[in-house]
Every structure is written in structure tokens, then in C-alpha cells.
């Protein structure tokens, strides 16, 4: 039974950083991509950051430079910093993985098959 487990969300000011954790268990996480995804209040669920086997990232243009995605594969942990936080990010925030073995970073949520239950980031201003 393949398990995700965020944490690391919380309240912080405009300009704080936070550092989330998706803690992985039931499948060979070293295998497969992760992913990061946000939905706020009121919209869609959006793509974050995304991270393959090997460490290779895909980030949404908007969030280039703020936030950085990595993985610890002998923790099976993949983390999401987030730096310079801005009202707008505040979200729910899930981390995901990927359906298929030794793929690429992917952006569409449709290529996830195992997701978190969220944790809540809110960025007062």
C-alpha cells in the first residue's frame, strides 16, 4: 500500500520561507518521479515542481527562483522550499507520484497515481 505523507505547512508572513516534506512509503520510491501540486481556495488544482529519478526538475514558470524541489532517496523524501512566500501561495499543498517507473519530471496531474492528503500553507501579508 503505497503511502504519501506531507508536512511542513503552517501560517508564515509575506517574504518567510517554509520547507514542506512528503514522506513515501509502499514502492521503490528511488524509481519514481514526484511531484508537487497546490489548490488554493476557489480554483484548480496547478502543478508546482516535479522531480525524476535522477533529480532532474520541472518547475511552473510563475514559481522559477522562489521554489526549489529535492529528494532524499535514502529517505524516501522528496521537499519543497519555498522561499520569498507571497500571499497568492497560499494553498493546499499535495505531493504526488508517478504511475510510471523512471520517467521524466512530469507536469500533468494525470501522470500521478498516488497522492497525499495535503498540507495547508497560508501566507499572510
Known amino acids: 500500500q503505497v503511502q504519501l505523507v506531507e508536512s511542513g505547512g503552517g501560517l508564515v508572513q509575506a517574504g518567510g520561507s517554509l520547507r514542506l516534506s512528503c514522506a513515501a512509503s509502499g514502492r521503490t520510491f528511488s524509481r519514481y518521479a514526484m511531484g508537487w501540486f497546490r489548490q488554493a481556495p476557489g480554483k484548480e488544482r496547478e502543478f508546482v515542481a516535479s522531480?525524476?529519478?535522477?533529480?532532474?526538475?520541472r518547475y511552473a514558470d510563475s514559481l522559477k527562483g522562489r521554489f526549489t524541489i529535492s529528494r532524499d532517496n535514502g529517505k524516501n523524501t522528496v521537499y519543497l522550499q519555498m522561499n520569498s512566500l507571497k500571499p497568492e501561495d497560499t494553498a493546499v499543498y499535495y505531493c504526488?507520484?508517478?504511475?510510471?517507473?523512471?520517467?521524466?519530471?512530469?507536469?500533468?496531474?494525470?501522470?500521478?497515481?498516488?497522492w497525499g492528503q495535503g498540507t495547508r500553507v497560508t501566507v499572510s501579508s
Open positions: 504526488a507520484s508517478t504511475r510510471e517507473q523512471y520517467s521524466g519530471p512530469r507536469v500533468e496531474d494525470g501522470a500521478y497515481d498516488y
Open positions: 522531480i525524476n529519478w535522477i533529480g532532474k526538475t
